[in-house]
């Protein structure tokens, strides 16, 4: 996990041009800024990104998630979003779902960067020369103090990156 952080560190510097644009303040104010919630598997057909910022929020939906006739699998969603302690005073819920046309590209989620009032996340992807036709749908979950970050930018090696704005 360690060997993530510095190399996510690293690779933000050389997107930065350099140490001086990214601050010392914002790597150390990042152990607090955010969590990353753990998603098992690559099934997550039904999620979408999504910014939470209720306990009604999140539970209008679970409940939606659950009427739905796909529903069959998601109850390790749920139970890794349960056992997250969220503070939805100071915090907000942030689901990212990245989709994959073969389950053989490999992904990696890197541990996240803040660089000032944004997020920075990083999937690293291995595209082999010959893939399976079975898509893969991940989703990757963060917690995040919406008093410090303002933005989340997921960069996704070989695809455009985009930007997911946090409502205070």
């Known amino acids: 996990m360690k060997k993530n952080r510095v190399l996510?560190?690293?690779?933000?510097?050389?997107?930065?041009?350099?140490?001086?644009?990214?601050?010392?303040n914002a790597v150390l104010c990042s152990e607090k800024a955010f969590r990353v919630v753990f998603m098992p598997g690559h099934f997550y057909y039904l999620i979408e990104n999504k910014m939470i910022y209720s306990h009604a929020q999140l539970e209008n939906y679970l409940i939606?998630?659950?009427?739905?006739?796909?529903?069959?699998?998601?109850?390790?969603?749920?139970?890794?979003?349960?056992?997250?302690?969220?503070?939805?005073?100071?915090?907000?819920?942030?689901?990212?779902?990245?989709?994959?046309?073969?389950?053989?590209?490999?992904?990696?989620?890197?541990?996240?960067?803040?660089?000032?009032?944004?997020?920075?996340?990083?999937i690293n992807r291995i595209v082999p020369q010959i893939m399976n036709l079975m898509e893969a749908h991940y989703c990757y979950a963060l917690v995040v103090d919406k008093t410090i970050i303002r933005e989340i930018e997921v960069k996704v090696e070989g695809k455009e990156d985009y930007l997911l704005r946090i409502n205070p």
């Open 64 to 122: 939606e998630l659950r009427q739905s006739r796909y529903y069959i699998g998601y109850e390790h969603f749920e139970d890794s979003l349960n056992k997250v302690n969220l503070n939805f005073d100071k915090e907000a819920l942030v689901i990212i779902k990245h989709r994959e046309s073969s389950e053989s590209t490999k992904v990696e989620f890197i541990e996240p960067v803040a660089h000032e009032d944004r997020l920075i996340c990083i």
């Open 8 to 24: 996510s560190i690293i690779i933000m510097m050389i997107l930065f041009g350099g140490i001086g644009l990214l601050s010392v």
